[in-house]
């Protein structure tokens, strides 16, 4: 028999790729997400409930109308930099609302559970590359928020017989525009379609801080697919399904590029140079994040397919092509 999973934020970035996956993989799909950035999402391998993850009535109704057998849970904010600004709301929206949608798994005998959490639990790094026991001293709220859920399910799984898998992701990149999906954030912080954008508009691309502990002086980032990191959610649901062994897991590459390194394969690819400039540090940015991924590769038998550079980028370059193709308009810088 079909098995249903509930996928918090499966409108997002991530959430729609695992979504989709997981639908491929023949899990019934139920999605629940309230559309924070208006992207559009008219996808028939799903069902979406646009509603907030941590409404209790909208849960209570999904618990008792289908049979939800796991929670994969991405809805979050995301942005480091808006997290040290903002931080009220990111304890809000990333710790709270889970505790609730925990609640509501446990009112209604829901016990197992995915979870995006990230590599920014770390901090700034002791030694590269990272494992899973490397020291936790995060840096930025939202890091704090990640932990703070990681600790949370330590303690449920003990007392409350919770089985949960941490996903800790270094940096998802790149697209599956075959399939309509790709990063689609409003508004867009993050490097690669940041740095796209600028190069096809020839627009002046920002590059936060110059003087970081690496060759260039300019932050190191493991930079993986986002295909990769949806295949590692459908082998740990799986082994959870198989094993009900709680685990926490990096997923990353093992290979970091500095952001001049990964501007340099950007203008590559477009066939165009960026016209940069030099600004301040971003706030909550580390050195470097580099992943050990041993153990996802011993335990869950994963390795990233899709994740050279080179594919990561031609990926999102095709994603911002569909996109402003649909939209009828020129890709500007933002
Ligand atoms: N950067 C620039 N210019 C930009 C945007 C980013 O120089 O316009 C730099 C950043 O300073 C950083 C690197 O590019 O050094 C990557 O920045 P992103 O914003 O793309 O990604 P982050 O590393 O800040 O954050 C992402 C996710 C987080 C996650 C983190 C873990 O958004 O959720 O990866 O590394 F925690």
């Known amino acids: 028999m079909k098995k249903t999973v509930l996928v918090t934020g499966g409108a997002g970035y991530i959430g729609s790729h695992t979504a989709y996956l997981l639908a491929q993989q023949g899990y019934d799909v139920i999605i629940i997400d309230k559309l924070l950035h208006n992207q559009p999402f008219n996808h028939n391998w799903c069902t979406l409930i646009k509603e907030d993850f941590a409404n209790k009535d909208v849960l209570k109704d999904i618990f008792k109308s289908y049979n939800v057998d796991s929670v994969v849970h991405f809805a979050a904010f995301i942005e480091v930099g808006e997290s040290v600004i903002y931080p009220q709301r990111f304890y809000e929206n990333n710790v709270l609302k889970t505790f609730e949608l925990l609640d509501s798994m446990l009112t209604h005998g829901v016990k197992k559970f995915i979870y995006s959490s990230s590599c920014a639990v770390y901090g700034n790094p002791i030694k590269i590359p990272m494992d899973e026991n490397h020291p936790k001293n995060p840096v930025s709220p939202y890091g704090k928020n990640k932990l703070a859920v ?60 110059d003087n970081y502990n690496s060759k260039d002086g300019t932050c190191i980032r493991d930079y993986v697919h986002v295909r990769d990191i949806s295949d590692a959610h459908v082998k740990a649901l799986d082994h959870l399904e198989k094993t009900g062994a709680s685990d926490f897991f990096n997923l990353g590459t093992g290979t970091g590029y500095t952001v001049k390194e990964l501007i340099n394969s950007a203008e590559k690819i477009c066939a165009a140079k960026a016209n940069l400039i030099y600004a301040e540090r971003r706030d909550g940015d580390v050195d470097a994040l580099v992943a050990d991924l041993s153990k996802a590769s011993d335990i869950l038998n994963w390795k990233p397919a899709f994740s050279n550079l080179e594919f990561i980028l031609k990926s999102a370059l095709r994603w911002e092509e569909k996109v402003s193709l649909e939209k009828n308009e020129i890709i500007t810088s933002v």
Do not use: C, V, W
């Open 150 to 209: 990681e600790f949370i399910l330590e303690d449920y799984s003990k007392a409350y017989d919770l089985k949960y898998i941490a996903l800790r992701y270094f940096n998802a990149a790149g697209a599956f525009p075959e399939a309509g999906l790709g990063e689609m954030h409003n508004p867009e912080t993050h490097i690669i379609p940041l740095l796209l954008r600028a190069i096809l508009s020839q627009k002046p691309f920002k590059i936060f801080g």
